[in-house]
């Protein structure tokens, strides 16, 4: 009785006319109560009170239905009535019971949209008649694209389409992505449910579409499915992870790089660095000094694998420079401590008149400093002229002659000058005439000064001056 009710309410409602200015649309049930391999029954009119022809496009957007038009809609001529016969055929997640399904008819040459709503009751053969059968929507929603990295959300909504009391109803979901995830939950008449559920995923999942498909089960049989196709995104994702370690002037920095994402990437690692430090590193692998914005950096570019590891070194030794200081030091610590305190210097010059070719007479000086700040005793300048010429003893004011001249036939003249002490940083200028016995052409070699002396500690010490040159 019940069943009989409906299906006369679903006449009065489906006897429905469309009306416009220049057609009319009208379908009217013909068979609305089938099996699930069956197929519903309408018919379609359309007229056409215009005097050109017109076009129709018969559709609908619920995907658990299929629509045939017998025959096939194509144009309706003018002043026409068309009669079609409307199959409609429910798929497998249509499930049982009296379901809604909404048809558009758009006028393709205005673009008029015309909505109308069947009602087909689907009976289930397994089920005695006047018992209503499980009729159930099911939607699943889910992000159309998602990192991997981040947890998944999906949420299945389901509605009761009819007044049977839902008391125990499994729900399932499965995806190539996670494990299968089963509850159970009820559903009373007309009534309606969502659940949230979270997914930790793969975080190298590789990138692609992948299913969600949600299942559910009442007393054994699949009563509804739907389905969610999400994209997992490209991630390029490399972690750093640097490490310091050494001693005594070598220091070894190790980065070690870690592909976390889902895709091959190209990275370029940097350690920062400047002219001074690259002298002393080593890069493995080898790499050399490149300007980044500016800035002097070591830098590795590398290609990784998802989950591949990589490690970069880089070694500072700055033994060799610091060999290199201790040596110098050294090297200038011992110049000072085996220097001789006394600076000796020994000049000529030429006491030639001017337009005279040539030059006999010359001036010889000779000084003598106490680098030192410390007092020198027994201090005594020996200087010898060779046998080419001969002293000449000067009279000039502050000239300071010698103690002793001592000639000899092979070695010359010798002079000695005592003075007894240097006082710190004392300076003593000696100087005496040379003439020659032939005019000087070309180059004349003086032999070098010696200086005697005695240090602060009792030490006899003796410096030498150049030997020195003079040259027409």
């Known amino acids: 009785m019940r069943l009989a009710v409906i299906l006369g309410l679903t006449v009065l409602l489906l006897a429905s006319i469309v009306s416009a200015s220049n057609y009319q649309i009208s379908i009217d049930p013909v068979n609305t109560s089938i099996l699930p391999d069956q197929s519903a029954l309408f018919k379609l009119q359309i ?3 215009d005097d050109v022809e017109q076009r129709f496009q018969v559709y609908t957007f619920d995907t658990d239905w299929v629509l045939r038009l017998d025959p096939p809609l194509t144009a309706v001529p003018e002043d026409t009535l068309q009669e079609h016969k409307l199959w409609v055929k429910p798929k497998r997640s249509a499930g049982f019971g009296t379901q809604g399904i909404t048809v558009m008819i758009k006028q393709l040459r205005d673009r008029i949209i ?43 909504n389901y509605r009761n389409r009819n ?36 997914f930790d995923l793969d975080p190298y999942q590789e990138p692609g579409e992948y299913p969600i498909r949600a299942v559910l089960v009442y007393l054994n049989d699949t009563i509804n499915e739907g389905a969610k196709t999400i994209r997992v995104a490209e991630v390029e994702n490399v972690a750093e992870s640097l490490e310091d370690s050494g001693g005594l002037l070598r220091y070894v920095s190790t980065l070690t790089l870690e592909n ?15 002219w ?14 490149t300007r980044v914005a500016g800035e002097a950096y070591h830098v590795w570019t590398v290609t990784l694998e998802p989950q591949e590891v990589l490690v970069v070194e ?21 110049y000072y401590l085996t220097r001789s305190p006394v600076i000796a210097v020994k000049e000529v010059i030429s006491l030639r008149e001017e337009g005279e070719e040539g030059s006999s007479s010359l001036k010889v000086r000779l000084f003598v400093k106490n680098r030192t700040s410390k007092q020198l005793s027994n201090v005594s300048v020996i200087d010898r002229v060779p046998s080419i010429g001969k002293y000449a003893q000067q009279e000039t004011l502050g000239t300071v002659s010698p103690t002793k001249v001592v000639k000899s036939p092979k070695k010359g ?16 200028i000696l100087s005496y005439g040379l003439d020659s016995k032939l005019k000087i052409v070309g180059k004349l070699r003086l032999p070098s000064g010696k200086i005697h002396f005695t240090t602060k500690h009792g030490k006899e010490r003796v410096t030498y001056t150049k030997n020195t040159h003079y040259e027409e």
């Open 47 to 49: 007229t056409n009170f």
């Open 114 to 156: 015309s909505q109308e709503s069947l009602i087909v009751h689907v009976r289930d053969p397994n089920r005695q008649p006047g018992v209503y059968a499980p009729s159930v929507q099911l939607i699943v929603n889910a992000p159309t694209d998602h990192d991997p990295n981040e947890p998944l959300g999906v949420t299945v």
């Open 163 to 198: 007044f049977l009391n839902i008391t125990e109803m499994t729900v399932q979901v499965v995806s190539p992505l996670f494990a299968m995830k089963e509850f159970t939950t009820q559903l009373g008449p007309r009534g309606e449910k969502s659940a949230e559920l979270t």
């Open 260 to 274: 976390k994402g889902n895709v091959e990437t190209e990275y370029d690692a940097k350690l920062p660095t400047n």
């Open 276 to 289: 001074f430090r690259n002298l002393f590193s080593t890069t493995e692998p080898k790499v050399s000094l």
């Open 314 to 334: 880089r070694s500072e030794n700055y033994r060799l420079l610091a060999l290199v200081i201790v040596l110098i030091l050294a090297g200038v610590l011992v």
């Open 413 to 428: 003249t010798v002079l000695k000058w005592e003075l007894d002490i240097l006082e710190p940083f004392e300076e003593r």
